[in-house]
């Protein structure tokens, strides 16, 4: 067994999972698993840059997350960055500094090795599964960009395209400096044109509608599939492979599209710091299940970070 450490840090939030991996035997064992919404890419859609307090913010769960690392004896980290840290000018200052904090060199990477580690992270203990037919196609819906993957045991096609919960929020359902609560038809609308476009982008590469199965992950999806299944709390193991209808992703979707903030919070599985985003990441989920025709959706809880971890162990044999 290998212990590793592996970061994510997204648009939206930053996470870390500590766990002994076994690459022969394809055990990954959690030691800890643990996230903060930072939303590091706070402006950077309008602005192209990201803003002092975001850094400051992701900073700070960094720092903690160094304390963790070195109190469980991880034999190798390896943070990757995602899309807000591609896009934005000024990424050198967030390098920087964590490099100062964690010792290590934040990977920038591209949004197809970014899919890549989402297919292998989500797929890795489906593959065995007989009641699910591949090819898998994976979803992962972030705060900046979306990444789709189509494998069947390895990765056929790939692509990632720039619509995320935060950046649709953003982009659509901002108005003079406040997101609108509930969103007009007309901002709704717009979030659906500009998701639409995404997909005929996505199509290009990755042919959609050949999956025999459809993988979501990562905030919007696991947030769509606690208020599904009528959580008190949040219950990763509850959620983990679980199956929405596209009938249950509908009604969901529209009910967010339609309430208001405190409504939305009030929710008992929302995590604050999805309060204004949560409705355009369900209304990205909606479109792709339209668009590929899937009947529902298997909710992963195991996502790039995963394969993330994955890499490093086998880096290590």
Sequence with gaps: MKRVAAIDC???SIRLLVADADPTTGELKDLDRRMQIVRLGQGVDRTGRLAPEALERTFAACREYAAVIKGLGAERVRFVA???????????????GVVDILGVEPEVITGDQEA???YTGATKELAGRTDLAQ????????????????GDGSVRAARSVDVGCVRMTERHLVHEGAISDPPT??????????VAAAL????ETVPLREAATLVGLAGSVTTVAAIALGLESYDSEAIHHSRLSLAQVREITGRLLSSTHAERAAIPVMHPGRVDVIAAGALVLLSIMERTGAGEVVVSEHDILDGIAWKVAEELE
């Design 200 to 203: 005929d982008r996505a199509e």
């Design 82 to 96: 995602t899309s807000a840290s591609r896009d934005a000018e000024n990424r050198e200052d967030f390098v920087r």
């Design 116 to 118: 890549e580690f989402s």
């Design 135 to 150: 090819p898998f196609l994976v979803v992962d819906i972030g705060g900046g960009s979306t990444e789709f993957v189509l």
């Design 10 to 12: 997204g648009t939206n």
């Design 185 to 194: 038809a007309g901002q709704i609308s717009a979030i659906k044109a500009d």
